[in-house]
């Protein structure tokens, strides 16, 4: 019954895990679907309200501050209407009826129009002949040069003269304007214009319940405003960012306009352009808002509203969810626990009631099929004991098959190297040149076959488990040299050169120092085998509790693709160059898994033209030097 326990456990493990709860996961469904689409409709509607609101407002205080400018622009042009019939007959010199009547015509003017403090007029050549003032003494043929008054020069029979305002006892503000007669004879008769009478156009401007309207000159000093003691102070309001664009002083247009005390404003402005001035409307921002904040008022009351219902609608729809679904739950649970004679009892008429159905019907399939599951599982698994004995048994029969034809063939073939070499001495006679170089090529050849049933006896070894390690401390850079010693020889007679660099104080390896001595060999032989031309360059270092050794040469160098089958037995690159140098393909094998065995690493770095570099970490024994 093994199959059927593991089949039950593992529902049982999945049931006891912490799960969050499907009621409540429809529940918080439902109120954040609501809430999100009240929330999103109540974002968009409190934006098109502001938007609409805003431009509104907008338009509705910029008509109001074009109608107060044509209103200051007409109330001046009727001073200067008035004005003009002033200077209708040209001046006569020495003429006593002209001055009078100039003189009455004057004091009329100034009882027709409130706003003239003062008037005078010059005559052709630019003098001052008649003044006629509320606040001082009539001043008749005084013959003030005034040739150079821009009051004299700029105006013209079809254009006023207006100057910039200014402000008597640094208090009430005041504009110059000239008007000239229809003929250059007639003069001109020049008006210092009182502009607190403007303050009287500016404040029949209604702007909602808390804004207000003022002009300021082309200097941005305040000409009218509803607070006439801000006039009276010769307030300037060029800081403000709406009047300093309107004015010219900035370029920033865009910056939010805010009034004197620094609270943000709606702000609309329309210029006068004989004068140069403004007339600003300006509406708090909170007055402005207001049907906004009460927008977001009633979002957040329709949000708590859909929130409410968003919750009992979840709890009622997630209560006819859940109630099956959770007997869908245990059922499973239980069937998957092992009672495959369970059956879930679901009538909802939908597709939990086909779902259950389902699982009843795989219940009912595993229980039939579970009966035989048992005896084929026996089965199979007597099957599968027996097929691992054979492979093992074959597996011991080859390596012994390996190691015993290795040492059948290393036994005929160290005879044959003996007399080839007893006969290469001379022992049994001299021998001629001819037969000395076969012989010495049989020897080659010999050992070099030798070397490869070596090889293949190790590796058989290995494969089998019976390469036996020994445990003992070595001196690695002692193996290196004596390597690079016996290997020197290859080198030369290829003309290559061999450098060494062995740290001083290096401490001892631990392993077994005859199979280091096979992997430096091989390393070392491989590099002087396939580097025809440059050297071959050997290191040796201490790295953290390793020994590293580090074999380079400037040969043709592996290909990335080739670099991962190096390591594999009976592997050897697939070029004319490699397949020219022989070999097994089994030496780096053999030397990795007898650097695996010490715990170590080799690992490989190449480049095609540029050589190969084979690096090996080996334990060391930090305890002393070797």
Do not use: C
Request: aromatic content about 6%.
């Amino acid at each position: 019954m093994a199959v059927a326990a593991e089949l039950a456990g593992a529902p049982g493990t999945r049931s006891r895990r912490r799960r969050r709860g499907l009621f409540r996961k429809y529940v918080v469904l439902f109120i954040a679907v609501v809430s999100g689409a009240l929330f999103v409709s109540g974002v968009f509607e409190i934006w098109f309200v502001y938007r609409e609101q805003t431009a509104s407002l907008q338009r509705l205080q910029q008509s109001e501050a074009d109608a107060a400018g044509y209103k200051i622009a007409q109330f001046l042009s009727e001073i200067e209407g008035q004005m003009g019939w002033s200077v209708q007959f040209p001046w006569l010199d020495g003429d006593a009826a002209l001055f009078e009547q100039r003189r009455s015509d004057a004091q009329r003017l100034l009882g027709h129009v409130p706003a003239i403090t003062e008037i005078a007029f010059i005559d052709p050549a630019g003098r001052e002949q008649l003044r006629v003032s509320r606040l001082a003494m009539d001043v008749i043929g005084g013959g003030t040069d005034r040739s150079n008054d821009p009051a004299f020069t700029v105006p013209s029979a079809a254009q006023a003269y207006f100057g910039p305002v200014y402000y008597r006892r640094e208090s009430e503000p005041y504009l110059t304007m000239a008007v000239a007669g229809a003929r250059h004879a007639n003069g001109v008769a020049v008006a210092e214009v009182n502009l607190k009478f403007i303050l009287d156009l500016v404040a029949t401007i209604e702007v909602g319940a808390t804004g207000l309207a003022y002009v300021v000159d082309d200097r941005g000093r305040l000409i009218a405003h509803p607070d006439i003691s801000l006039v009276l102070r010769n307030t300037d309001l060029s800081a403000l960012p709406q009047v300093g664009a309107a004015i010219g002083r900035t370029t920033d247009a865009g910056a939010a306009p805010y009034d004197a005390n620094g609270a943000r404003v709606i702000s609309a402005h329309a210029t006068i352009p004989q004068l140069g001035w403004s007339v600003f409307v300006e509406l708090p921002i909170g007055e402005a808002l207001a049907p906004i904040y009460f927008s977001i008022a009633r979002t957040g009351a329709l949000l708590l509203l859909g929130l409410a219902l968003a919750g009992a609608a979840g709890l009622l729809l997630a209560r006819r969810l859940v109630v099956p679904i959770r007997a869908l739950e245990t059922g499973a649970v239980t069937i998957g626990e092992g009672d495959l004679g369970h059956r879930i009892d679901v009538r909802t008429g939908d597709e939990l009631e086909g779902l259950a159905h389902q699982f009843n019907d795989m219940a009912g399939r595993l229980q039939a099929s579970l009966a035989g599951l048992e005896q084929r599982v026996a089965e199979r698994t007597a099957q599968l004991a027996d097929k691992s004995r054979q492979l093992e048994l074959a597996s011991q029969h080859k390596s012994q098959f390996l190691a015993n034809m290795s040492h059948e063939l290393r036994t005929p073939l160290n005879a044959v190297l003996g007399y080839t070499e007893l006969m290469i001495d001379e022992i049994y006679g001299a021998m001629p040149d001819r037969a000395r170089e076969v012989l010495a090529r049989v020897q080659v050849n010999g050992r070099h076959l030798l070397q490869m049933i070596n090889d293949v006896l190790d590796l058989s070894k290995i494969e089998a488990g019976q390469l036996d390690l020994a445990r003992e401390r070595y001196d690695l850079g002692a193996i290196v040299a004596a390597v690079v010693s016996s290997t020197g020889s290859l080198a030369q007679a290829k003309g290559l050169a061999v450098t060494t660099a062995i740290d001083p104080g290096l401490p001892a390896g631990i392993g077994d120092p005859r199979r280091v001595t096979q992997v430096v060999l091989n390393l070392l032989g491989n590099a002087i085998k396939f580097t025809d031309a440059g050297l071959v360059a050997v290191s040796l270092r201490a790295e953290g509790q390793s020994l590293e050794l580090t074999v380079r040469d400037t040969g043709p160098g592996i290909a990335p693709a080739d670099q991962g089958r190096v390591f594999n037995e009976f592997q050897q690159l697939d070029s004319s160059s490699t397949r020219a140098k022989g070999g097994t393909g089994l030496g780096l094998s053999i030397s990795k898994r007898i650097v695996d065995l010490h715990g170590g690493s080799i690992t490989l770095e190449s480049r095609v033209g540029e050589g190969a570099v084979f690096r090996v970490r080996l334990p060391a024994d930090r305890g002393e030097t070797a």
